[in-house]
């Protein structure tokens, strides 16, 4: 994606400046011109400032063109020095030779803290790393400061005493004064090895790898865990994972989260399941000789091959979402040994797809997420308020993706020209990060929402603090509060196991604040609802009229029971949209211009206008199964089920049919 035409302007700026200061610099040393020489210098050192502060990919730029700061700091101090011994007299210049001896220590004493600083984080990167967890045995430690861990910046610090007195000296001739400077920062260069090097003993850092993976073994040996969450992805796609931490802590037995990014760590939710990443495949398949029966995969990444190859552990793909999309059944999903799906649907989508999945291996086990949201209670008393949520535009480039492009607009402003309408506007976190077009329409719409709210007017409720309260207090109970400087081993420290009852703490804390949250809003304001929080569940209990694409978020709507509308930007009729897309049969399907949405809005002003009330609840039942048993239930029991194959499987001699023909004998309890 091409940067912005002000952020490219900014990063030429910047590095004109950077060059047009070297060279004023070596002018003035050369000629000798104090004043040019003390200017340019210092809009080298604002530069430098500026780089490392708000720049920092200009940063990675310089350096891969051999121009890195250690370079830059170099010719800066020499430069000055050049310009120093052009001033002075010829008999005196031998009075500096101590001062080139000073600086060049002190760059010695550079590199000398930078080998430490790479060392130190050898030693604490772990080849494994935890949450809930009780890790203290493993020696962990704070963190160096940051300072000492980043070249740039601590050149920068440590070096601008030298070069200061070094500008002084220019301007003073005073040799003292450059003295001085030199003299602090191999002070501080001293101080900054010296806090390495401790760090370096036996017995001040963390246990060695061997050492860890022995802790590791001990700790499965003693936890015992029997289903774990595997995911591997990048850091937008956390919201995959999280949205199946629920159901899983309601598992029976002993459940753990599997990573393998180390960034993903803190990307995972409020929970008290035991999270662990192992980074290396040779870690990971320690878990062969852990109790661990099952796995369950959210989603599918190139890192997934890696775990399939444990025997002892049966693999299950449970997506992330369901929709008429072609990610829906990918041919990726016959290599578990078990697809979980939500409902009829999702089954007959397998079946027609022909990717390989056999009908055996499909389960299903509903919606465990949605026992969230609450069914429909009838129509609404004052406003209508619609979510709409349209869905990013994907990696394929069908135009039939997302809404935003080509309606997002127009159905916006069809909402807002009524009056008894509040809108709730929750985009996908990932529009526009493929087609800059949805981007744009993202920020379009965005404003028009804006304008609409300062054309409105009315009774905003009195501020009494209780929004501010709750945030603080979900906020304690889920957010852990890092120093700038924190790596994983001090997380680790500092997230250990966590305090008995906390996941019904944040239950309860989570359904305060929403309640705050919408007491704390007019009901005649449209919202932008582009935060974490609310979540889009949150927002369905909210809503009484959902509008969106063809995506997961209408399956899990159709909890509710509640009137939907999807945009139909396939360029496809209305009855061969409905055809392709089943998830849109108790739809009002919407054309890019808007047309329909005053008959929408009647419907659900009117329920006896809405003819498709019967259709959306048989649509419900093929999609997300029926509601007894629970979706949680029938999760928990597809479970246990494959638990049980998997214990028969590690029984030397089993017959894989008598496997599966015992796991099928306890499917049927699913009913």
Request: with cysteine.
């Amino acid at each position: 994606m091409r940067l912005p035409s002000r952020q490219t302007a900014t990063r030429a700026l910047v590095a004109a400046v950077l060059a047009a200061a070297v060279v004023a610099q070596a002018a003035a040393a050369l000629r000798p011109h104090v004043p040019l020489l003390l200017a340019a210098t210092t809009a080298s050192l604002v530069v430098e400032g500026v780089l490392h502060r708000w720049q920092r990919g200009m940063v990675s730029l310089f350096a891969k063109s051999h121009a890195d700061i250690t370079v830059r700091h170099v010719l800066r101090d020499l430069l000055l020095v050049v310009g120093l011994l052009r001033l002075t007299p010829e008999d005196q210049e031998t009075a500096y030779t101590v001062l080139v001896a000073g600086l060049l220590g002190f760059y010695a004493l550079h590199c000398a803290i930078q080998a430490a600083s790479v060392l130190v984080r050898r030693t604490r990167t772990l080849p494994v790393v935890t949450r809930n967890i009780d890790a203290s045995a493993l020696r962990l430690t704070p963190a160096p400061p940051a300072l000492l861990r980043r070249p740039g910046p601590r050149l920068l610090v440590h070096g601008l005493p030298a070069t200061t007195g070094l500008l002084v000296t220019a301007a003073t001739g005073e040799p003292r004064c450059a003295a001085f400077g030199i003299a602090m920062s191999l002070g501080l260069a001293l101080i900054g090895l010296c806090d390495l090097l401790v760090r370096l003993l036996p017995g001040r850092r963390p246990a060695g790898e061997q050492e860890v993976l022995d802790w590791f073994d001990a700790w499965l040996a003693e936890y015992r865990p029997t289903v774990g969450l595997y995911f591997s992805g990048g850091s937008s796609s956390a919201y995959q994972a999280n949205m199946w931490l629920e159901p899983l802590a309601k598992l029976g037995g002993k459940p753990v989260i599997i990573l393998r990014e180390r960034f993903m760590t803190q990307k995972i939710a409020a929970t008290d399941v035991p999270v662990v990443c192992l980074p290396k495949v040779s870690t990971l398949l320690r878990l062969e000789q852990s109790t661990l029966q099952v796995l369950v995969h959210p989603s599918n990444s190139g890192k997934t091959s890696q775990v399939l190859r444990i025997p002892t552990i049966r693999h299950t793909f449970v997506n992330h979402g369901e929709s008429d999309k072609l990610s829906s059944c990918n041919p990726y999903a016959k290599a578990y040994d078990e697809v979980w799906v939500a409902g009829p649907a999702a089954r007959e989508r397998y079946a027609a797809a022909e990717v390989g999945v056999e009908d055996k291996d499909v389960v299903e086990i509903g919606r465990p997420q949605l026992e969230a949201v609450r069914p429909f209670e009838g129509p609404p008393a004052g406003p209508v308020t619609v979510l709409y949520a349209p869905t990013w535009e994907g990696w394929d480039g069908n135009p039939g993706n997302t809404s935003v492009v080509a309606a997002g607009e127009n159905l916006v402003r069809a909402l807002l020209a009524d009056p008894g309408v509040r809108l709730l506007y929750k985009p996908h976190p990932l529009t526009g990060s493929v087609d800059p077009r949805a981007g744009a329409a993202d920020l379009r719409i965005r404003e028009l929402v804006r304008a609409a709210n300062r054309e409105r007017a009315g009774e905003r409720p009195v501020d009494s603090g209780e929004l501010a309260s709750r945030t603080r207090e979900l906020d304690r109970l889920t957010t852990a509060s890092f120093r700038t400087a924190a790596d994983s081993v001090e997380r680790m420290l500092l997230q250990s196991t966590p305090e008995r009852g906390r996941a019904d703490a944040v239950t309860r804390a989570t359904a305060a604040w929403e309640r705050a949250y919408w007491a704390s809003l007019p009901e005649w304001e449209h919202q932008l609802v582009t935060d974490a929080r609310p979540t889009l569940y949150a927002c369905f209990n909210r809503a009484d009229l959902l509008i969106s694409d063809v995506s997961s978020v209408v399956s899990d709507f159709l909890a509710s029971g509640k009137p939907y509308a999807v945009a139909n930007t396939s360029g496809l009729s209305e009855r061969a949209f409905r055809e392709a897309f089943p998830t849109a049969g108790a739809a009002t399907v919407l054309t890019p211009d808007g047309s329909g949405v005053r008959q929408l809005l009647d419907a659900v002003r009117h329920p006896e206008l809405d003819g498709l009330v019967e259709a959306r609840r048989e649509l419900k039942r093929r999609l997300l199964g029926p509601d007894s048993p629970s979706s949680q239930e029938r999760f928990d029991m597809a479970v246990q089920a494959l638990c049980l194959v998997a214990r028969r499987r590690r029984v030397p001699g089993q017959r894989r049919d008598e496997e599966t023909g015992s796991a099928s004998g306890t499917l049927t309890l699913l009913g």
